[in-house]
């Protein structure tokens, strides 16, 4: 069964530091998707970023990117230079190919960026 | 702005009750994914559509049923309504089937109070 892995309920970073969420997935399968989501108190979910099973370069957004260790299975999401607004939950969230567009997502991490 | 349009926003009924979420999908997209957000369960996919036919389908209860028509909006029916219910559903579109590394965008949901 896959299953996804967010050990951090809860972080706190300074604003403008480096902030590193951590996400550890389980699955049997080769080929796979990994993906981070972005919820603010208002509610919506918001894609971040994405990361393939095959891709052999680390995926990067602006300020996101994603740390992929596929030994450990682990897709670490990076947020530099935190902002007031980064605040909020996220989520991380995999997907398998031969499961049509399903996708398993994690607990969540809550993150809080103090001024 | 996602471009995942979902009605009504919240919704308050009581026990026994039916009620019917409509999701309209952003143009062009060809698939509809169903999500359940609760504290106790997290966020948990129910099922997915592309274009009118279902294509995955997760832990959706027997009472939950769904459809995606013609102009490629869908709507999730909810019967025989039970405390436990109540959650936030989110609705989701991608261009294609799902299997590829195409993001789902979301809706801002539907949150859903059964009293």
């Known amino acids: 069964a896959q299953k996804i892995t967010q050990t951090q309920p809860g972080m706190f970073v300074q604003e403008k530091e480096a902030v590193t969420l951590d996400c550890t997935y389980d699955?049997?399968?080769?080929?796979?998707?990994l993906f981070w989501y972005k919820q603010p108190s208002s509610g919506e979910m918001i894609f971040l970023i994405y990361q393939g099973s095959y891709d052999e370069q680390n995926a990067t957004e602006g300020r996101y990117s994603l740390n992929f260790q596929k030994a450990r299975k682990s897709a670490n999401l990076v947020i530099s230079a935190s902002q007031l607004g980064d605040s909020a939950m996220y989520f991380c969230a995999m997907r398998a190919y031969n499961q049509g567009g399903k996708l398993i997502f994690g607990q969540g991490t809550e993150l809080s960026v103090k001024p | 702005d996602s471009g995942v349009t979902q009605t009504p926003k919240h919704l308050i009924t009581a026990t026994g009750q039916r009620v019917t979420l409509r999701c309209s999908p952003r143009?062009?997209?060809?698939?509809v994914y169903w999500y359940q957000q609760s504290l106790d369960q997290g966020l948990q996919f129910l099922i997915q559509?592309?274009?009118?036919?279902?294509?995955a389908k997760g832990n959706i209860l027997e009472r939950f049923s769904a459809q995606q028509f013609p102009d490629l909006h869908s709507e999730l029916n909810l019967s025989s309504l039970e405390l436990g219910d109540s959650a936030l559903y989110f609705c989701?579109?991608?261009f294609g089937t799902g299997e590829s590394n195409q993001p789902q965008h979301f809706g801002d949901g539907t949150r859903l109070s059964i009293l």
């Open positions: 143009s062009g997209d060809l698939s």
């Open positions: 989701a579109s991608s």
């Open positions: 559509y592309y274009n009118g036919e279902e294509r």
């Open positions: 699955t049997s399968d080769q080929s796979y998707g």
